[in-house]
């Protein structure tokens, strides 16, 4: 980097299987993007500008400065590109909950691709297709031959594809944040080490909240965020509202709490903890206010969807990371 | 060769790791799949140490505390019994067959006890056939 | 961070481990783990060449860490830590196996068992890479003491204690100390008189300066912890707050009714008693059947209530030696009487018992044998004309024979059995049970006197049923146990508590309800909760409740157990696969 103080940087922004809001959040800086591209080129953008793979291809290795890829991994394509841009980049970013811990993409390892194409081309509501079509790898037509990225059973994060030097959590990351981890490598400073998380705090939601806590934790039956009347100040935990926020890394400035919404989790775990689904079920759990077998288990059946409450950013991440079931029937759908 | 199931135990030092040790001093004699691992109350036992068995590559967990009441901390079998429910309604989600873990109460004096549980769990999870969780996490297709 | 330098130690115990467990393979195969610096397998690592030999290597090979497999830690742990201790090291770099009360002991593969041994040892080796360095804490002793019973073994620990100048609170739920002795004539086996040696010593205790006793007095809760216990005792009305720096639980143990034994129609038959209203009979001085005559047949039954599979399959240890006291008391008082004993086997262990069975044997007693387990006598009511009231019909063991015994009067040597309160008080003062709701002490050889729970110790027949000597001898080791921790003014304490990161704690406050002695507080200064460690017993729960991360459960890390849990499963799969 110190060859280039005085040169603009390069920088990369890539997407993989994501919704795009990530991209829309480096957008969210506003006026700040004219700094962005005054102390960096935008060597590739795709859902900005219009580049080619295979200028990224034509680049020499370790070219790019920055990237920040987004989205998780779900197809060959996102495949190859990141194993492209981390041959092309000195400093891979994994930016947003998907390329940090699968996100919301990743709570496809509950299923698999044949479920999933089922579903998608099959059974909505709104499909019609009697001849049950669906995506080929490789397509014959007059021309030539058409292909399309193959679809995995899994969803991988980043950082289970290839070498990631730094997470930026988020869904999406704060643009704030992006702003100063931003400022921070243009200006030549001295980086954290390399897989620290950046742009975020080291201490979980909570300490930020600005809602009432006590401890007076103790829950006997579990509700919907809508199932309440939140008076918009006491700890939506004691309000018997599952929010992941004790679990979760602080740094987003409590959006969703300010918006009175428990948080879900997308800025991940703080770095104390290794997999937030199962520090926070172990917390819910023993603060549960029963001892008897089926009262217990009466509770605990007011939580629809653990899986998907307490890792709702990263099933691919976690310590299970997919459905096991699925994945036995992904060895039977290989055999056909 | 047959198929043998390794597990992996959790056992609260007051209670139940002195009724295995009694299993022991009583010379019973039981499967040798299974691997104690101490905590001092099964009140410290919590999911992520189960999940992690099994991710591993246990195909099965046994977790013991002291019967209800007899906590030597007074209640911390409560709170390994609510995270045990919680544990089971994820790992189903999960697809994984929760009989592949399972909480008993073994107090000190209970070693044969003990001695069955282990070759009737054992038992219970040969049957069951090896654990997938490990290779499904290892072999991302 | 320093270079980690593991010695592991593979125990044969003799032949308990390598009987069962290839020791030597095992050490060899554990000596390629990262981080091992040497492994060694030794005949017994427990004893001092074996201490030795670590203290040698530790200083020679600069080790920082050491693993022995070996016994359950339950039994040596403390003493492999003296000796990490010893060499220089923080005991708390140290880690047990456990390959003998769960591998050797238990399995009877040796190849299987093999391999569990590695697996067990590689997560050894796995977890303690992950010890730390713990300060040993030291508490003040309050040298008051509680003692919780007044029978003989209250009594004996509350005037040893007290006559040394410390203080001593007696509780005793019924109106009167002396418990089950004070309602006996004469003891086995040199027939003294038990009401005098009793009585002297509930009217010392009753005038001791030092002795507080509160009769009629129940503890419901005591809190707190070795050195720094208090309980609020209900006395006349008012609240006295008690503080203690040692408990003595001396809560005894009762007759068995045998009123459930239809063979023996205790109810149904008037001359049919119990030992003990048998002893009521000698203390009146007048030994006369319900009729009020002299009884010319005196059958006493053994082992009722005990050794039975049916009631308890133990054996209450006094009976036998009892029922020969009586012999002796009835044929010194009706010396005409036909006595019989019937007995299942005759238990004559202990300083001049058999003795006693010799010389009562001597004196016209019949001894009868019957079988305990299968085929009890049954008491009938005799006919009209028989000479005696009752006929015990029994298959006599030794003749083969099918007998029938007069009896005008007929004694059952009723077991001893843990009163209802028995699971109450052990919640009280935070003890265990066994199986027959004896209260378990640390260790049935190596420490019979305490307990798990620092500074609670258990002594007399609430520990299991044993004799007045026994009792008394166990009552002193409790107390000069107590009178140490006294005179040193404090004692060591857990260090295995729990620890919050006030740099990671969010402040959730999720672990304050989940801590089960309120040792968690919330500053609300730092926004951080706290934890006291003088409160803390270690537990873990809320180290496992945390959401954060943020509370550690020193020796019980995640890290620890994590570590542990993939060393084992590691090394479990390798081997598999070989």
């Known amino acids: 980097m110190a060859k280039k103080e005085k040169n603009k940087i390069k920088l990369a922004i890539y997407w993989g299987a994501a919704c795009g809001g990530c991209c829309v959040s480096i957008l969210d800086v506003h006026e700040k993007l004219f700094d962005i591209v005054a102390a960096a080129d935008l060597v590739f953008w795709p859902i900005a500008l219009d580049f080619k793979y295979k200028d990224v291809e034509n680049m020499p290795d370790k070219d790019i400065d920055v990237t920040l890829f987004n989205g998780a991994v779900r197809n060959s394509e996102n495949e190859h590109m990141a194993n492209l841009l981390r041959e092309k980049t000195k400093i891979l970013v994994a930016y947003g909950s998907c390329s940090h811990l699968g996100g919301i993409p990743g709570l496809a390892n509950f299923s698999n691709r044949e479920e999933i194409f089922k579903r998608v081309y099959e059974t909505t509501e709104s499909t019609v297709n009697p001849e049950k079509i669906t995506p080929q790898t490789k397509y014959k037509v007059a021309e030539g031959e058409l292909s399309l990225p193959e679809f995995y059973n899994d969803v991988r994060t980043l950082d289970q594809v290839v070498d990631v030097d730094y997470f930026i959590p988020g869904c999406p990351p704060q643009s704030e944040r992006l702003m100063e981890v931003f400022t921070a490598i243009v200006s030549g400073a001295e980086l954290p080490p390399k897989g620290s998380v950046l742009g975020a705090l080291d201490k979980s939601q909570c300490d930020e909240c600005p809602r009432e806590k006590s401890e007076n934790k103790l829950i006997k039956e579990f509700k919907r965020p809508f199932e309440i009347e939140d008076d918009g100040k006491t700890c939506f935990l004691e309000q018997g509202v599952i929010c992941m926020g004790p679990a979760t890394r602080g740094g987003c400035g409590v959006r969703c709490i300010e918006g009175n919404a428990p948080c879900r989790g997308c800025y991940g775990p703080p770095t104390s903890v290794s997999d937030p689904g199962a520090k926070m079920m172990s917390a819910i759990a023993t603060i549960i206010d029963e001892n008897e077998p089926e009262a217990i288990e009466k509770v605990i059946d007011s939580i629809e969807d653990p899986a998907g409450t307490f890792y709702r950013f990263s099933v691919p991440s976690s310590i299970i990371r997919r459905n096991i079931e699925t994945s036995e029937k992904k060895a039977e759908q290989a055999v056909v | 060769m047959s198929y043998e199931p390794t597990i992996i135990a959790f056992l609260c030092n007051w209670c139940s790791y002195t009724g295995a040790d009694l299993a022991g001093t009583s010379r019973m004699k039981y499967a040798s799949n299974i691997n104690i691992i101490r905590v001092m109350c099964s009140g410290r036992i919590e999911p992520l140490f189960v999940l992690t068995a099994f991710r591993e590559g246990a195909d099965g967990v046994l977790i013991c505390g002291c019967h209800p009441g007899d906590c030597h901390y007074h209640e911390g079998n409560y709170k390994c019994l609510r995270r045990y429910y919680f544990l089971k309604k994820y790992l189903t989600q999960m697809g994984m067959n929760t009989e592949r873990m399972r909480l008993e109460w073994v107090s000190a004096s209970e070693g044969k006890q003990f001695a069955e549980l282990a070759d009737d769990f054992t038992e219970k999870v040969r049957n069951l056939g090896p654990c997938k969780i490990k290779e499904a996490a290892e072999t991302l297709t | ?577 070989v």
């Open chain 3, 1 to 577: 961070m320093e270079e980690i330098r593991i010695g592991v130690y593979i125990c044969w115990c003799g032949t308990n481990i390598s009987r069962m467990v290839d020791v030597e393979d095992v050490a060899r195969e554990l000596s390629e783990m990262p981080g091992v610096v040497i492994s060694k397998d030794y005949k017994y690592m427990c004893s001092d060449p074996g201490q030795a030999l670590i203290i040698k290597d530790i200083k020679e090979h600069k080790l920082n860490r050491v693993v022995v497999s070996a016994c359950s830690p339950r039994i040596h742990e403390l003493t492999f830590r003296k000796a990490l201790e010893n060499a220089g090291l923080n005991p708390y770099m140290f880690q047990m196996a456990n390959i003998r009360e769960q591998v050797s002991w238990v399995h009877d593969d040796r190849e299987k068992a093999t391999k569990k041994a590695k697996a067990l040892v590689a997560a050894a080796i796995n977890r303690v890479k992950w010890h730390e360095s713990l300060d040993k804490r030291t508490v003040s002793i309050n040298p008051s003491t509680l003692v919780i019973g007044g029978g003989i073994a209250g009594i004996t620990a509350a005037l040893e204690l007290a006559d040394t100048g410390s203080p001593v609170y007696l509780i005793e739920k019924t109106t009167e100390l002396g418990g089950n002795m004070a309602k006996i004539d004469l003891t086995f086996p040199y027939l003294n008189s038990a009401r005098q040696i009793i009585q002297e010593k509930i009217e010392r205790t009753e005038h001791h300066p030092n002795i507080h006793i509160f009769k009629n007095t129940v503890v419901d809760e005591i809190f707190g912890y070795i050195g720094n216990f208090n309980s609020i005792i209900g006395q006349n009305g008012s609240e006295i707050d008690l503080k203690f720096g040692n408990i003595v639980v001396a809560t005894g143990l009762k007759p068995f009714d045998p009123s459930g034994l239809e063979n023996y129609g205790y109810g149904k038959f008037p001359d049919v008693i119990t030992s003990l209203e048998f002893e009521k009979k000698l203390l009146s001085g007048n030994i006369l059947t319900n009729e009020g005559k002299d009884p010319e047949n005196v059958v006493i039954i053994h082992c009722v209530g005990s050794r039975n599979r049916s009631e308890h399959e133990y054996c209450s240890r006094t009976c036998c030696m009892t029922a020969l006291k009586y012999a002796n008391q009835l044929r010194s008082a009706i010396p005409d009487a036909n006595i019989y004993q019937a007995y299942a086997d005759m238990r004559a262990f202990g300083k001049g018992c058999e003795e006693l069975y010799t010389s009562t044997s001597r004196k016209g007693i019949m001894f009868l044998m019957f079988d305990q387990q299968n085929d009890l006598p049954v008491i009938k009511k005799a006919e009209p004309g028989d000479s005696c009231n009752m006929l015990i019909e029994m298959n006599e063991k030794l003749s083969g024979e099918k007998i029938e015994i007069p009896a005008d009067m007929v004694i059952l040597m009723v077991g001893l059995e843990a009163h209802e309160d028995a699971k109450k008080i052990s919640h009280t003062v935070g003890i265990s049970l066994d199986g027959n709701s004896f209260f378990m002490e640390k260790h049935p050889k190596l420490d019979p006197v305490a307990t798990t729970t620092s500074g609670v110790y258990v002594v007399g027949n609430c520990q299991a049923p044993k004799d007045i000597p026994d009792t008394i001898t166990q009552a002193k080791a409790a107390t000069a146990r107590i009178m140490g921790t006294i005179k040193q003014g404090e004692v060591e304490v857990e260090v295995i508590t729990a620890v919050v990161n006030e740099d990671i704690c969010c402040g959730c406050q999720t672990c304050i309800q989940v801590c089960p002695y309120t040792a968690i507080t919330y500053d609300v200064v730092k926004g951080v909760s706290v934890v006291n460690e003088a409160i803390c017993k270690g537990c873990g729960t809320c180290g496992s409740a945390c959401p954060t991360g943020a509370i550690r459960s020193r020796h019980f890390t995640d890290n620890q157990i994590l570590s542990q849990i993939k060393g084992l499963l590691s090394k479990s799969l390798e081997l598999k696969e």
